[in-house]
């Protein structure tokens, strides 16, 4: 079982920028999708976004696509999810979320690994 830390979350006016990380306790060069997820009030967790570990390919919601980007430190086993032109509706609770297999998912019940999430909030 990996452990996921999360850090980088804050409040920021809309335009602006964040940039949140993910610590995994172990290695993750295995065969691992990772992943970032959001849950604003009230409403269910969704996908942001996804990482291959294997072969590096990246997946975006549509909502997010074109100003988030998913990135990871090899040396640091650490995930990264740049957000620019952050709007509003980007206000949520956001999760780092780990799966040991091949095969990425956009379902949050998918994964078994989770952080402890950080705020993000944008104000209009």
């Known amino acids: 079982q990996v452990q996921l830390v999360e850090s980088g979350g804050g409040s920021v006016q809309a335009g602006g920028s964040l940039r949140l990380s993910c610590a995994a306790s172990e290695s993750t060069y295995r065969n691992y999708c990772m992943g970032w997820f959001r849950q604003a009030p009230g409403k269910e967790r969704e996908w942001v976004a996804l990482?291959?570990?294997?072969?590096?390919?990246?997946y975006y919601a549509d909502s997010v696509k074109g100003r988030f980007t998913i990135s990871r430190d090899n040396t640091k086993s650490t995930l990264y999810l740049q957000m620019d032109s952050l709007k509003p509706e980007d206000t949520a609770m956001y999760y780092c979320a780990a799966r040991l297999s091949l095969i990425c998912s956009w379902s949050p019940s998918d994964f078994g690994n989770w952080g402890q999430g950080t705020q993000v909030t944008v104000s209009p």
């Open positions: 990482f291959r570990t294997a072969a590096g390919t990246t």
